[in-house]
């Protein structure tokens, strides 16, 4: 890359093997249009199909994609992380690999991003993009986020921040991240922009119910743990 980028995309991959190049094009075309001088972190977090493998090849043919492997799963939070450690961009936009974010949404998150006050813009889910059992412990979820931090009751993983915000969330972030709720923590001026959030277009989640309520827990407990201080 001959100029520092003005945006980094983080891009956590378990399971994406069939949606990254897709993924990949789409953001091009997204991020070229606005002129964007731009990178994408991937983070293989040991991915148990040849996601590695298409990143790889993806990373040899455009030197602005930079690749995180990592040789056991450490969950998508910790990997979102060290994406983040990597980025070099004033700017940084995470977001899931599986397409149920589109990429389209994201000029939406930077230009309320840049126009300010706010340190972090959060793409707002909706839709009915999973099941309605699914959905309701979410929102449940969500809320109890959102009033113990100051989140978005809407905000998912997919997000636009400032580096202002990048270096407080490295900081606080323990063993256990959760990025919404390290991100409301922060007490930084935030906000979220309504974005439809597709179906999976492949495969199944791999967060199944027991995984999706020990991330709930997990990340219930490092809140409590803040607020005890």
Not at 180 to 208: D, E
Request: proline share 6%.
């Amino acid at each position: 890359m001959t100029s520092s980028p003005t945006l980094s995309v983080v891009v956590p991959v378990y399971g994406n093997e069939s949606t990254v190049v897709e993924l990949r094009e789409r953001l091009r075309t997204v991020l070229e249009a606005r002129g964007e001088l731009y990178e994408i972190v991937f983070v293989d977090d040991a991915s148990p199909d040849r996601a590695r493998l298409v990143l790889t090849a993806l990373a040899n043919e455009d030197s602005r994609i930079r690749l995180i492997c990592h040789d056991v799963n450490k969950g998508q939070q910790a990997a979102i992380l060290a994406g983040l450690r990597l980025a070099t961009g004033e700017r940084v936009v995470v977001m899931d690999a599986d397409l149920q974010d589109p990429p389209e949404a994201m000029p939406a998150l930077l230009d309320l991003l840049d126009r300010g006050p706010y340190e972090a813009v959060f793409a707002g889910r909706v839709g009915r993009y999973e099941s309605t059992g699914r959905l309701a412990t979410s929102r449940v979820f969500k809320w109890l986020v959102h009033r113990l931090t100051g989140a978005p009751r809407d905000a998912g993983t997919y997000v636009a921040m400032r580096r202002r915000m990048r270096e407080p969330v490295l900081g606080l972030s323990g063993a256990r991240p959760f990025l919404v709720a390290t991100i409301g923590r922060t007490g930084l001026p935030v906000a979220s922009v309504p974005v439809l959030r597709h179906r999976r277009p492949n495969g199944v989640s791999a967060y199944s119910s027991l995984a999706r309520a020990r991330v709930a827990a997990q990340a219930l407990r490092q809140i409590l743990v803040w607020k005890s201080r």
